[in-house]
Protein backbone atom coordinates (compact mmCIF):
# COMPACT_ATOMS: atom_id res chain seq x y z
CA UNK A 1 0.00 0.00 0.00
CA UNK A 2 1.00 3.19 -0.84
CA UNK A 3 0.84 5.93 2.26
CA UNK A 4 -0.88 8.99 0.46
CA UNK A 5 0.43 11.84 2.85
CA UNK A 6 -2.38 14.73 3.40
CA UNK A 7 -4.40 12.96 0.90
CA UNK A 8 -8.22 11.82 1.19
CA UNK A 9 -9.72 8.27 -0.47
CA UNK A 10 -13.04 8.73 -1.13
CA UNK A 11 -15.52 5.94 -2.75
CA UNK A 12 -18.11 7.08 -4.91
CA UNK A 13 -19.80 4.19 -2.74
CA UNK A 14 -19.59 7.09 0.52
CA UNK A 15 -22.09 9.14 -1.14
CA UNK A 16 -24.89 6.62 -2.44
CA UNK A 17 -28.23 6.77 -1.01
CA UNK A 18 -29.29 3.16 -2.10
CA UNK A 19 -26.37 1.87 0.60
CA UNK A 20 -26.90 1.41 3.80
CA UNK A 21 -24.01 2.43 6.25
CA UNK A 22 -23.06 -1.51 7.06
CA UNK A 23 -22.99 -1.05 2.93
CA UNK A 24 -20.29 1.31 2.58
CA UNK A 25 -22.76 4.75 2.96
CA UNK A 26 -20.55 7.31 4.97
CA UNK A 27 -22.95 10.01 5.38
CA UNK A 28 -26.56 11.11 6.41
CA UNK A 29 -29.11 9.65 3.51
CA UNK A 30 -30.71 13.19 3.20
CA UNK A 31 -27.13 14.44 2.11
CA UNK A 32 -26.47 11.46 -0.17
CA UNK A 33 -27.08 10.82 -3.58
CA UNK A 34 -28.51 8.08 -6.40
CA UNK A 35 -25.97 6.93 -8.93
CA UNK A 36 -22.80 9.02 -7.86
CA UNK A 37 -19.98 8.15 -10.27
CA UNK A 38 -16.36 8.91 -10.49
CA UNK A 39 -17.00 11.80 -13.02
CA UNK A 40 -19.75 13.24 -10.24
CA UNK A 41 -17.06 13.16 -7.18
CA UNK A 42 -14.35 14.80 -9.72
CA UNK A 43 -16.81 17.70 -10.34
CA UNK A 44 -17.62 18.05 -6.40
CA UNK A 45 -14.31 18.15 -5.96
CA UNK A 46 -13.33 20.71 -8.08
CA UNK A 47 -16.77 22.87 -6.93
CA UNK A 48 -15.19 22.60 -3.65
CA UNK A 49 -12.21 24.15 -4.21
CA UNK A 50 -10.39 20.49 -3.57
CA UNK A 51 -7.16 19.15 -5.64
CA UNK A 52 -7.64 15.70 -6.40
CA UNK A 53 -6.22 12.95 -8.14
CA UNK A 54 -8.68 10.19 -9.66
CA UNK A 55 -7.92 6.52 -9.97
CA UNK A 56 -10.55 4.77 -11.99
CA UNK A 57 -9.00 0.80 -12.18
CA UNK A 58 -9.61 0.42 -8.90
CA UNK A 59 -12.59 -1.18 -7.15
CA UNK A 60 -14.49 -0.53 -3.47
CA UNK A 61 -13.46 -3.28 -1.03
CA UNK A 62 -16.99 -4.37 0.54
CA UNK A 63 -17.86 -4.81 -3.12
CA UNK A 64 -21.64 -4.25 -2.94
CA UNK A 65 -21.48 -1.24 -5.23
CA UNK A 66 -20.75 -1.30 -8.56
CA UNK A 67 -19.02 1.90 -8.77
CA UNK A 68 -15.64 1.62 -9.69
CA UNK A 69 -12.44 3.71 -8.71
CA UNK A 70 -11.51 6.53 -5.94
CA UNK A 71 -10.72 10.36 -5.71
CA UNK A 72 -7.86 11.14 -3.71
CA UNK A 73 -8.42 14.56 -2.09
CA UNK A 74 -5.90 16.85 -1.14
CA UNK A 75 -6.24 17.79 2.91
CA UNK A 76 -4.05 20.52 3.39
CA UNK A 77 -5.58 21.50 5.95
CA UNK A 78 -6.03 18.35 8.10
CA UNK A 79 -9.50 18.88 8.74
CA UNK A 80 -11.28 15.44 9.86
CA UNK A 81 -12.61 12.72 6.70
CA UNK A 82 -15.87 13.51 8.05
CA UNK A 83 -16.31 16.99 7.31
CA UNK A 84 -14.49 16.94 4.17
CA UNK A 85 -16.83 14.45 3.23
CA UNK A 86 -19.83 16.75 3.70
CA UNK A 87 -18.20 19.25 2.31
CA UNK A 88 -17.98 17.03 -1.22
CA UNK A 89 -21.70 16.19 -0.53
CA UNK A 90 -23.06 19.70 -1.36
CA UNK A 91 -21.27 19.48 -4.70
CA UNK A 92 -22.47 15.90 -5.31
CA UNK A 93 -25.95 16.80 -4.79
CA UNK A 94 -25.28 19.74 -7.25
CA UNK A 95 -23.77 18.09 -9.14
CA UNK A 96 -26.43 15.14 -9.48
CA UNK A 97 -29.48 17.42 -9.95
CA UNK A 98 -27.35 19.55 -12.86
CA UNK A 99 -27.37 15.99 -14.73
CA UNK A 100 -31.16 15.14 -13.51
CA UNK A 101 -32.38 18.20 -15.07
CA UNK A 102 -30.09 17.94 -18.26
CA UNK A 103 -31.85 13.91 -18.69
CA UNK A 104 -35.37 15.84 -17.76
CA UNK A 105 -34.09 18.39 -20.87
CA UNK A 106 -33.72 16.11 -23.22
CA UNK A 107 -36.65 13.55 -22.48
CA UNK A 108 -38.47 16.93 -23.33
CA UNK A 109 -36.91 17.47 -26.78
CA UNK A 110 -37.12 14.25 -27.59
CA UNK A 111 -41.19 13.87 -26.54
CA UNK A 112 -41.76 17.39 -28.65
CA UNK A 113 -39.99 16.24 -31.25
CA UNK A 114 -42.10 12.71 -31.99
CA UNK A 115 -45.52 14.74 -31.52
CA UNK A 116 -47.55 15.04 -35.11
CA UNK A 117 -49.14 18.33 -35.25
CA UNK A 118 -52.82 17.94 -37.04
CA UNK A 119 -53.79 20.16 -39.61
Known amino acids: MKKHDGM ?3 WPAYFEKDLTRMQGRRIPSNLAASNVTLKILE ?3 ESSGFEYESEPDKEYSRGFSEHRGYLLVSNPERHK ?3 VLLMLAKGVRRAVAQRESARLAAKKKKSKS ?3 RRK
Open 8 to 10: LIV
Open 43 to 45: MAA
Open 81 to 83: KKR
Open 114 to 116: KKK
